[in-house]
């Protein structure tokens, strides 16, 4: 039995998630041989109040699944901060056991949590690193990290992008009415939506054809305020979360994606732009650059540059035949490096040379369903 670890386990709103959803989902319905079950360390509903009994019940079923052998490996997806503290007694526990650990990062912020940390903590992250049997990161800014920082600790660190989803074919976009820009995550500071909002409201973007379709939980109130003030509460809509379905259809019926975040992983929002072949600005954070290609596929701006992203976005809203140079280059991206097929391959053989055997079992103890491409591995020195 394989065990994965997740914060939220599939149903957590955000890119994490939806990653964890997707393999799992893609898992069960091509390879109904690989027993498997989600963990949930933090709780579906995000709440962190609740989130130490939901970890307390994680941490019970685990020590009780590797007190009877049941498990072959654990996959532990981590972030950064508190979920460092929580997964760190996930793979402690696991190596008391002796259960091989895949330890999965996605954290934006883990570098600067171990560049700013006291070093007590630091010397923690470091062990738990080399309790590790192989990290998986999502791009190569995040190999050199892990390798550089933390050097033989990382036995084995893996490049495996994430995957999304996507339609068979690009939807029709007739490029008649105000072009539809899209911003689809979370609405907190380091997403960048302060930024995006004062770069629509720039003398270059306001008086120019667009409106903005603002998707994501968090704090709506702050930007619906800040839209208020500048003007753009005509031109903004707020939906709130929305679930797999609502995105694809906001998806599909935008024509540019922005994504103006100041930190990232490897952002699920512009491969399920990419899938859907939209025209993508976004800030060159974490793995972004191994997924676009500045001019090609998508346009980049310097995170938190209001002036840059009023100029990109200027530069998208009055020129369709650059969103659909760029549609066109982000499509064929997404088609030919990030097809979830290859990654479920991939990760197989991360789970085989982990401990994982193929001596199958009955069907897999969690379903859902996706598909997407691309995956490197690099092993340390």
């Not at 883990?110 to 998986?136: D, K």
């Not at 976005?313 to 369709?320: E, K």
């Given at each position: 039995?394989?065990?994965?670890?997740?914060?939220?386990?599939?149903?957590?709103?955000?890119?994490?998630?939806?990653?964890?959803?997707n393999?799992?989902?893609?898992?069960?319905?091509?390879?109904?041989e690989?027993?498997?079950?989600?963990?949930?360390?933090?709780?579906?509903?995000?709440?962190?109040?609740r989130?130490?009994?939901?970890?307390?019940?994680?941490?019970?079923?685990?020590?009780?699944?590797?007190?009877?052998?049941?498990?072959?490996?654990?996959?532990?997806?981590?972030?950064?901060?508190?979920?460092?503290?929580?997964?760190?007694?996930?793979?402690?526990?696991?190596?008391?056991?002796?259960?091989?650990?895949?330890?999965?990062?996605?954290?934006?912020r883990?570098?600067?949590?171990?560049?700013?940390?006291?070093?007590?903590?630091?010397?923690?992250?470091?062990?738990?690193?080399?309790?590790?049997?192989?990290?998986?990161?999502?791009?190569?800014?995040?190999?050199?990290?892990?390798?550089?920082?933390?050097?033989?600790?990382?036995?084995?660190?893996?490049?495996?992008?994430?995957?999304?989803?996507?339609?068979?074919?690009?939807?029709?976009?007739?490029?008649?009415?105000?072009?539809?820009i899209?911003?689809?995550?979370?609405?907190?500071?380091?997403?960048?939506?302060?930024?995006?909002?004062?770069a629509?409201?720039?003398?270059?973007?306001?008086?120019?054809?667009?409106r903005?379709?603002?998707?994501?939980?968090?704090d709506?109130?702050?930007?619906?305020?800040?839209?208020?003030?500048?003007?753009?509460?005509?031109?903004?809509?707020?939906?709130?979360?929305?679930?797999?379905?609502?995105c694809?259809?906001?998806?599909?019926?935008?024509?540019?994606?922005?994504?103006?975040?100041?930190?990232?992983?490897?952002?699920m929002?512009?491969?399920?732009?990419?899938?859907?072949?939209?025209?993508?600005?976004?800030?060159?954070?974490?793995?972004?650059?191994?997924?676009?290609?500045?001019?090609?596929?998508?346009?980049?701006?310097?995170?938190?540059?209001?002036?840059?992203?009023?100029?990109?976005?200027?530069?998208?809203?009055?020129?369709?035949?650059?969103?659909?140079?760029?549609?066109?280059?982000?499509?064929?991206?997404?088609?030919?490096?990030?097809d979830?097929?290859?990654?479920?391959?991939?990760?197989?053989?991360?789970?085989?040379?982990?401990?994982?055997?193929?001596?199958?079992?009955?069907?897999?103890?969690?379903?859902?369903?996706?598909?997407?491409?691309?995956?490197?591995e690099r092993?340390?020195?």
């Amino acid at each position: 039995m394989i065990y994965i670890v997740s914060p939220g386990g599939t149903r957590e709103k955000g890119g994490m998630g939806r990653i964890v959803d997707n393999f799992t989902s893609d898992l069960a319905r091509h390879n109904p041989e690989v027993r498997f079950e989600v963990i949930d360390t933090y709780g579906p509903d995000a709440n962190f109040r609740r989130m130490p009994f939901h970890f307390a019940l994680a941490m019970l079923k685990l020590c009780g699944c590797f007190l009877l052998g049941r498990a072959q490996l654990v996959h532990v997806h981590m972030a950064e901060y508190g979920s460092v503290v929580r997964k760190g007694a996930v793979v402690l526990l696991a190596a008391l056991f002796r259960v091989p650990v895949v330890l999965h990062l996605h954290a934006g912020r883990f570098p600067e949590q171990v560049q700013t940390s006291h070093p007590a903590l630091r010397w923690a992250i470091t062990r738990l690193i080399g309790l590790a049997s192989e990290i998986i990161v999502l791009g190569e800014y995040w190999r050199t990290f892990v390798m550089e920082t933390f050097g033989e600790h990382a036995r084995r660190v893996t490049v495996l992008h994430n995957a999304v989803p996507g339609p068979d074919r690009v939807p029709e976009r007739t490029g008649e009415g105000p072009v539809h820009i899209l911003f689809l995550g979370r609405l907190i500071k380091l997403k960048g939506i302060h930024v995006l909002l004062d770069a629509l409201a720039a003398e270059d973007c306001k008086g120019r054809p667009w409106r903005l379709t603002i998707a994501g939980d968090g704090d709506l109130e702050t930007y619906r305020t800040q839209a208020a003030a500048l003007g753009l509460a005509d031109r903004v809509t707020f939906t709130g979360w929305l679930d797999q379905p609502g995105c694809r259809r906001l998806l599909a019926e935008a024509d540019v994606l922005v994504q103006p975040s100041m930190y990232e992983g490897l952002p699920m929002a512009v491969l399920e732009a990419m899938a859907h072949g939209l025209a993508i600005v976004a800030t060159p954070v974490g793995s972004v650059p191994d997924a676009i290609e500045d001019g090609r596929s998508g346009l980049f701006v310097p995170p938190g540059n209001t002036a840059a992203l009023a100029n990109a976005l200027t530069r998208v809203i009055d020129d369709a035949e650059l969103r659909r140079t760029l549609s066109e280059g982000a499509r064929e991206r997404f088609m030919r490096s990030f097809d979830i097929a290859v990654y479920r391959e991939r990760l197989l053989e991360i789970y085989r040379r982990n401990g994982w055997t193929d001596a199958a079992a009955p069907a897999p103890t969690h379903t859902h369903a996706a598909p997407l491409k691309s995956v490197t591995e690099r092993i340390a020195p």
